[in-house]
């Protein structure tokens, strides 16, 4: 088959000549490349044409295939491809014996029943919509050609996506749980908030930057948090040697979903993220701010005593109802988050800050919520998802073939395909291209002498 893309580079040798002439004098390659790259497209297109109505023909003449099925009749479909859409017939085949109707072509290579998107397009379209928006992706996947934007969400809500994690089970002393939630803009005013959380070995030194060591995302909107902590609590048991661990540590705002881990997750302990403490110290002092080092003071030798009486008398000083109101929140907030403020000194081996808010922005915002648009449950929930198997180092394209089913009552058909398919790497080898040769008739050289010495 790889003379059709020879031949269809000889059908527009005079096309690519002048491209260059006209290159070679602007001075520029970049115009020379966006043609060569359309006659490419065309020889691609011509190519998977070519080789699906090859295998369609190689099955019909089959002795085997004739006698096991009988011919019914020959049928057109379309493909998006990487080159663009192509148009293929094959033919459509009725089993002798179990009156199975079947393509066989698009049986044998993978082409399933509905697809009209072949598989590489797919994880293209995905992986482009991990980053951009819909309209963009349909836009940039394919060359000049569009797919509309409700395709691309289709294809990134069908997609169920997940890391398998190693069978050999780490054995480690300690495990550091974070966990936030995204602010995402829903239809109707409302506000979607997708749930992050991350497990991982602690922080280790590259540069002078803080990374986590062995991180592994999990996040969703449509579980509930005991659904997700399951999800948690069964991945820890997969990679983790659950006897030697000893402690395990849950970072976070001290909502109450996140406190939920302590009663799925052995041996857990609470740490309230200190970015969510100096938030409600600063909400508490807005009107007194000379309260505030009192209150650093009075946290950092772990004197809740002492903190609450500063809290009281910022609630009595303030006059105004609705101030009143948040110094009182910031109170109860801070004096029902004490037992994860004081972990900082009970516990001397834990010496891990918290980064959820920094994951936050890296896994959901960039892509839902940093940007002014809005969002479904279903769009929501599919994109978390998406987002945190990527940023596990999941390959889109691999998961999708992993997915696929293979007819292994057609293998006995290989040998007559490969044959048949290989006819014509032989004829290649023997072309001899002027291009190639580089001699001294090559239509390449001939134009850059014209313009180089006229």
């Keep these: 088959m790889i003379n059709i893309i020879i031949q269809t580079i000889i059908e527009n040798k005079e096309f690519l000549e002048k491209s260059l002439e006209e290159s070679i004098k602007c001075g520029e390659i970049s115009n020379f490349s966006k043609k060569l790259r359309t006659v ?83 994880s293209n379209i995905i992986e482009l919509a991990h980053d951009i928006s819909y309209k963009k992706t349909g836009k940039k996947v394919i060359g000049s050609e569009t797919i509309s934007p409700t395709t691309v969400m289709h294809k990134v809500r069908q997609e169920e996506l997940k890391v398998e994690t190693q069978e050999e089970k780490k054995k480690i002393k300690r495990l550091y749980i974070e966990a936030d939630e995204d602010h995402v803009s829903e239809r109707g005013n409302k506000i979607g908030m997708p749930k992050l959380i991350y497990v991982h070995e602690g922080n280790y030194k590259k540069g002078n930057r803080n990374e986590l060591k062995n991180v592994h995302y999990i996040g969703c909107l449509g579980k509930n948090s005991e659904e997700l902590w399951l999800e948690v609590a069964e991945y820890i048991d997969k990679k983790y040697d659950i006897g030697s661990l000893e402690k395990i540590y849950i970072c976070g705002d001290g909502a109450r979903w996140i406190k939920e881990g302590l009663n799925w997750i052995d041996k857990s302990v609470f740490v309230l993220d200190r970015f969510h403490l100096l938030k409600y110290i600063n909400q508490a002092t807005v009107e007194f701010p000379e309260y505030k080092n009192k209150i650093w003071y009075n946290i950092n030798i772990f004197d809740p005593i002492s903190v609450e009486n500063v809290l009281k008398e910022i609630i009595n000083k303030t006059e105004e109802e609705k101030r ?31 980064s959820a808010e920094g994951h936050i922005s890296h896994v959901y915002a960039d892509r839902m919520s940093s940007r002014p648009r809005t969002w479904c449950d279903d769009g929501i929930d599919k994109m978390s998802r998406l987002r945190t198997f990527v940023s596990n180092g999941g390959n889109i394209y691999e998961e999708l073939i992993k997915k696929k089913k293979i007819n292994t009552k057609l293998k006995k058909y290989d040998k007559i395909i490969e044959k048949n398919i290989k006819v014509g790497i032989e004829e290649v080898k023997q072309y001899n291209s002027p291009i190639s040769t580089g001699g001294k008739n090559c239509n390449i050289r001939k134009i850059i002498n014209k313009i180089m010495y006229g």
């Excluded at 085997?64 to 493909?79: F, G, I, P, Q």
């Excluded at 929140?329 to 891990?352: A, C, F, H, R, V």
């Design 40 to 122: 490419f497209d065309d020889a691609g297109r011509k190519t998977l044409v070519g080789i699906l109505e090859t295998i369609d023909i190689t099955l019909f003449e089959s002795k085997t295939r004739k006698r096991e099925y009988e011919t019914k009749d020959l049928r057109k479909r379309t493909l998006v491809t990487d080159y663009g859409n192509i148009e293929y017939y094959r033919r459509y085949y009725r089993n002798k014996k179990t009156k199975e109707y079947i393509y066989l072509t698009d049986e044998k290579m993978g082409i399933e029943k509905n697809e009209r998107i072949m598989k590489d397009v797919q």
């Design 324 to 354: 009143k109101e948040k110094v009182i929140y910031s109170y109860k907030y801070i004096m029902n988050q004490w037992p994860g403020i004081e972990i900082y000194e009970t516990d001397k081996d834990y010496l891990n800050g918290c």
